[in-house]
């Protein structure tokens, strides 16, 4: 085969080549930080996934080499193709911001905002969506749209009131297993994810349905309740699975396992493996073996600094990407406002400490000392 | 009344039928096409006529067959979207029902001009009776010889299957008709890629409206210079307009799209004037997602000239002073109509049909029914106006299919043209709950040219 000629697109006056074929969103997170346009529906592992949100829109000021005309319309990235030549603009145009808060608006209205008892809060991609380009208030006013909770077979609970109908969890049980037994029901506002005449999903697989979830509408029964993610400490893990890879991230406090989850890497996605297929987990790595000696601990898991995870000091690699960084290429050299640099007057979570390496609690005493 | 191309042999009792339908001149074309054109000829002849797709977009028929992608050994189909849910239009209903041969012959001929072997009229469900007529027609043309095996000894094979919708506004949009018809929940997809290259199982695919696919049949007969004379500028042919709401004559009329709004409304061989000495407020000229205008933008553009119907005169002045063609479903509002209760009837019927696949348009659509309804019931406020116009002005352009523009349009128009009756509501809710705000000056002449 001969190699595949690469294609020049410039996304918020940074420019980089990418194989044809690539959607603006993959090489938007090749560049990464607040360049990658966010992503509430699209999710690479699952196929014709995306388009629904709309959160990623994106202005395409000029098409292509061959014809320079801008289009019209914002344009979904994650399902729209690279053309040689294009120029992107994501967070340069005052349109695509300006479209990305009436989205984020428009997802929260009819969602019941009960993040403090929400089992998703600290890993929700909802949450961190509206934290980044929300209103601070709402202008709806009038009730909002509920819905009875549901079992989905003995393991996952379904809480549509909090749902986004991204249609992951679709994609995921069309794509992992055999049977088309859960889809949509109903149209428009009144949409409800379900399964037919309320049965159960029995598949060894269904459990991924809770990591795709960018909310918390489909929720792990074991967990329910049980602990705030920000409160365990994640470990990568495996064990021998005849079922799946078997490589998962535990969440511990102390020594017992809270919950097990699929990887994931840096944008909410579960993992790859070394073949390129994803690394799903099954419902018996996920539900039933939540004992620390089912498992060959591998070491703590880098979390994003700028997560809320971090803050039981577990943070490392993933993310630590300084924004500046990328908010002066975009700016043409402009340096953000930023009313204090943090490191500066503190003496604590300086950056060159690599926090997953300090062991229990960690104290002031620990970046005094440094790494050692 | 003008020329009549699609209409004419309407009234021909038992017309319905086979023997009728040929003894009258039908099926001509068929023989025309088959026998001493090609199929390239047949796409150049329709290119050369200007017709434009009937559904509402208006976009050249001739155009998008010549888009078909035309890979070897995959079979390409014609899809007939005779889905015509838009409240307001109902003219291919009028068509399909009384001349229902004159859609097979269309659709014969345009089937074998792409190429489809094997074509579908997508009908809406609540149109149980004439997906009947159409599959009797079928079958009488089949046992004719103009469809099944070798229609006409051309070696050309042509089947044509009616499908029966569930009753989905969404499925008129043609991929999501495309979703529905392959036996899926009716969601638009998204594009690209485009129906033309990936359609019906992945086939590359056609879909035309009723009226499109029948108006095939004088452009092969007359040829297509002859029906690019009739009309004006690129507004060619004939077209139905589908008239309802106060006037005295509601029903389905072909018009040479020359003649004037103000004629069309007024004329006893049209609308026939509206009923009861009223006045006229305002119209939504094409089918519900169309701007409504007033009655002073509705009979004069904003230059001053007399507003014709046909598609450029009726969107002169983009969206600030015009409207559009849309479907050709024709709603006339006298003087005694609540525009916000107009708003919010059209709104409930988005929000109801929108198919929930993107933000924008499924929490949107709710939202705005939510505000209309108390602007309604008098118990708005006056920051609603606004925040329903930053709705629609967040639901517009960003969603997958156009449903969203449609349900964003008409209150856009409504708040732009009439802010007036909106803040009337939201000042005097015991006067709006008893009383409609009536003509005030929506019919005054205007003086000062509108910008845009």
């Known amino acids: 085969m001969s190699e595949q000629p690469l294609l020049t697109v410039t996304i918020d006056n940074i420019t980089l080549q990418v194989p044809a074929g690539t959607t603006i969103l993959q090489a938007a997170r090749k560049i990464g930080g607040e360049v990658a346009p966010p992503a509430m529906c699209y999710y690479s592992k699952l196929k014709e996934s995306g388009g629904k949100c709309r959160t990623c829109l994106v202005e395409v000021s000029k098409g292509s080499e061959k014809d320079p005309r801008p289009l019209p319309k914002l344009v979904a990235s994650c399902r729209t193709t690279v053309m040689d030549g294009m120029e992107v603009k994501n967070i340069t145009s005052p349109r695509v911001l300006d479209a990305r808060a009436g989205v984020v608006e428009f997802l929260l209205i009819n969602h019941p905002l009960d993040c403090p008892i929400c089992d998703q809060a600290g890993e929700c991609h909802l949450q961190d969506l509206s934290y980044e380009h929300g209103k601070e208030g709402t202008r709806y006013e009038f009730q909002r749209r509920t819905f009875k909770k549901h079992d989905l077979g003995p393991y996952i609970q379904l809480h549509m009131t909090r749902c986004i109908l991204c249609y992951r969890c679709v994609y995921t049980a069309d794509q992992l297993t055999a049977r088309r037994e859960h889809g949509v029901l109903d149209r428009g506002d009144h949409a409800e994810i379900a399964t037919h005449i309320e049965k159960s999903l029995e598949n060894n697989f269904i459990g991924n349905v809770i990591d795709v979830c960018p909310v918390g509408a489909l929720t792990d029964k074991t967990f329910r309740f049980k602990n705030r993610v920000w409160f365990l400490k994640p470990l990568n893990a495996h064990r021998d699975c005849p079922d799946c890879c078997g490589k998962v991230t535990l969440w511990n406090r102390g020594d017992e396992v809270y919950r097990v989850t699929a990887r994931k890497d840096e944008w909410g996605e579960v993992e790859s493996l070394e073949d390129g297929s994803a690394a799903w987990i099954c419902n018996t790595c996920r539900f039933d073996k939540k004992k620390t000696s089912d498992w060959v601990i591998e070491g703590p898991r880098d979390i994003n600094r700028h997560s809320v995870i971090s803050q039981g000091h577990y943070a490392g690699k993933i993310g630590t990407t300084t924004p500046t960084e990328i908010f002066t290429a975009v700016h043409d050299g402009r340096q953000p406002k930023l009313l204090m640099d943090i490191h500066s007057v503190s003496e604590v979570n300086r950056p060159e400490i690599e926090l997953s390496r300090i062991a229990g609690p960690s104290h002031s005493n620990d970046f005094q000392k440094g790494n050692e | ?452």
């Not at chain 2, 069309?264 to 205008?293: H, M, Q, T």
């Not at chain 2, 507003?307 to 006298?334: H, K």
């Open chain 2, 1 to 452: 009344m003008g020329v009549q191309l699609l209409l004419e042999k309407v009234k021909v009792e038992g017309i319905r039928h086979y023997d009728v339908y040929r003894r009258e001149g039908g099926y001509r074309s068929v023989e025309k096409a088959l026998k001493q054109m090609s199929p390239e000829a047949i796409v150049e002849e329709v290119k050369k006529s200007g017709l434009r797709g009937r559904g509402g977009a208006g976009f050249p028929a001739g155009m998008k067959w010549s888009f078909i992608a035309k890979p070897e050994g995959v079979p390409r189909h014609l899809v007939c979207n005779a889905d015509e849910s838009e409240p307001g239009t109902f003219k291919d209903r009028y068509l399909m029902e009384f001349i229902p041969h004159l859609l097979i012959e269309g659709l014969i001929v345009s089937s074998y001009a792409l190429g489809s072997n094997d074509t579908y009229i997508y009908i809406r469900g609540e149109y149980a009776w004439i997906a009947d007529i159409l599959e009797t027609a079928i079958e009488e043309a089949k046992a004719n010889g103009m469809l099944g095996k070798n229609i006409l000894q051309s070696g050309f094979d042509c089947n044509i299957y009616v499908h029966r919708g569930a009753g989905a506004y969404i499925c008129g949009e043609e991929t999501a008709l495309i979703e529905s018809l392959e036996g899926k929940r009716g969601n638009p997809r998204i594009k690209p890629p485009f129906p033309a290259v990936q359609g019906v199982w992945m086939r590359p695919t056609v879909v035309n409206n009723v009226e499109t696919l029948a108006a095939v049949v004088p452009i092969i007969n007359d040829g297509g210079e002859a029906y690019a004379k009739i009309g004006v500028g690129k507004s060619t042919g004939t077209k139905l307009i589908s008239a309802c709401g106060n006037i005295n004559r509601p029903g389905v009329y072909e018009i040479d799209m020359t003649i004037s709004v103000e004629e069309f409304i007024y004329s006893d061989e049209y609308c026939g004037g509206i009923p009861n000495g009223k006045r006229l407020k305002a119209c939504i000229p094409g089918g519900s997602s169309v701007p409504i205008l007033p009655a002073n933008l509705l009979l004069k553009t904003a230059k001053g000239e007399a507003r014709l119907m046909n598609y450029e005169s009726l969107s002169d002045g983009g969206f600030v002073s015009g409207s559009m063609m849309g479907s050709g479903g024709f709603i006339v509002l006298d003087e005694d109509q609540c525009i916000v209760k107009n708003t919010y009837t059209l709104t409930r019927f988005y929000r109801h049909e929108s198919c929930g696949q993107c933000s924008p348009c499924r929490e949107g659509t709710g939202w705005m029914e939510k505000i209309l309804w108390r602007l309604e019931n008098g118990e708005g406020k006056e920051s609603d106006i606004d925040l329903l116009w930053d709705i629609q002005r967040r639901i517009e352009g960003n969603t997958i299919c156009p449903l969203g523009d449609a349900a964003a349009w008409p209150v856009a128009a409504a708040i732009r043209h009439f802010r007036d009756e909106f803040e009337w509501h939201v000042r005097e809710p015991q006067e709006a709950r008893k009383r409609n705000y009536g003509l005030a000056h929506y019919a005054d002449p205007i003086h000062v040219p509108v910008a845009g």
